[in-house]
């Protein structure tokens, strides 16, 4: 079993959540889908997330998609729940039970829909922490939400012991490393997790502990196996399997609307994730069917899945010399940053 203190580690999955005809929550394939990852390595999983389509859920809802997980995982992974609510007392009240159920800690995004200003985020987390029986993550997602910046994290860092962690998705390299420098030195026991896929290896190099990405939903073998490369120092390698991963990542959150490349990616791998709750226009479906053949060409490469019927193009235009070049530039700075 998973202790409450356990640290904050390793890859955990945003994973989506299926849905049956009816578009109502598919209990039996929420579990299956619970053992795939497990058994394919993730270190945790983080339900209630962006990538869980948490807003597009009812309150009893969420509660029930935690149920199902913590019941499903009986301790074999720890579970960092989702647990942002529309006010404050709400995401409290979500903490207790959450908590109650036996999560590891729980994971609460910066206020969104009001834009308030670092005062104003600081007091809601402080708020928070104060009352809640369980760790808290602090989540930042500028693109959705008011942004956490670097003193606000270091304030709550300090001041509240139930704030132990912080999953950034920003994807800004330099933020994290100011966050990292500002906040170790005063806790050593913090956790920072990345949730860019596209940046995990430098994200690690530079001193995060994980992450919560997205990719661990549909390739868990790939972003296990990146995790365990750039830890174990065997940078060449990693290094080939962060590009081969961006591919994928790419094709997945920039061809379709969020997250619905990821969907449509999890089905060609056989989970049954029935069709999102947001409805998609007929040009929206008709690109994502266009996707699904790229996205399986793409798994194909991998060995996950057959070729689509007519084969796959040829080559994949990337230009290997301006990797190559790019690459040695980033582990050149890191290296006369001590960091490599």
Known sequence: MITEK????????????????????????????????????????????STGEFLRFTAEERRRIIEIIVDQVA????????????????????????????????AIVSPFYYRLSPAGVYAYFRE???????????????????????????????????????????????????????????RPDFAFLTGWDAALMPMLLVGCHGGTNATSGVVPEITRKLYDLTIAGRLDQARDLQYR???????????????????????????????????????????????SRQL???LAEEGFTDEPVGGCPAGDGVDSEQVARIVREVMNELRKRGMA
Not at 15 to 37: F, H, K, M, T
Not at 89 to 101: D, F, G, M, S
Not at 137 to 166: G, K, W
């Open 6 to 49: 356990a640290p904050l580690r390793g890859i955990f999955t945003p994973n989506i959540v299926p849905l049956d005809d009816q578009g109502e929550i598919n209990e039996a394939e929420l579990r299956r889908y619970v053992d795939w990852l497990i058994e394919r390595g993730v270190h945790g999983l983080y339900p209630n997330g």
């Open 75 to 106: 301790g074999r992974v720890p579970i960092l729940a989702g647990a942002a609510e529309a006010n404050t007392r709400e995401t409290i009240k979500a903490c207790e039970y959450y908590h109650e159920l036996g999560v590891r800690a729980v």
């Open 245 to 291: 991963l961006l591919k994928l990542f790419d094709a997945m959150i920039m061809t379709a609307e969020f997250p619905e490349g990821f969907r449509a990616a999890l089905r060609l791998r056989g989970i049954r994730t029935g069709v999102g709750r947001q409805p998609q226009s007929d040009t929206q479906q008709m690109a994502l069917e266009q996707l």
């Open 296 to 298: 399986q060409c793409l």
């Open 128 to 186: 928070i922490a104060r009352n809640s029986p369980v760790d808290i993550t602090l989540y930042n997602i500028p693109m959705f939400a008011s942004p956490i910046d670097v003193p606000t994290v270091a304030r709550l860092a300090e001041e509240c012991e139930r704030v132990v962690a912080i999953k950034d998705s920003s994807g800004d390299l330099p933020h994290m490393m100011r966050m990292i420098a500002a906040v170790q030195p005063i």
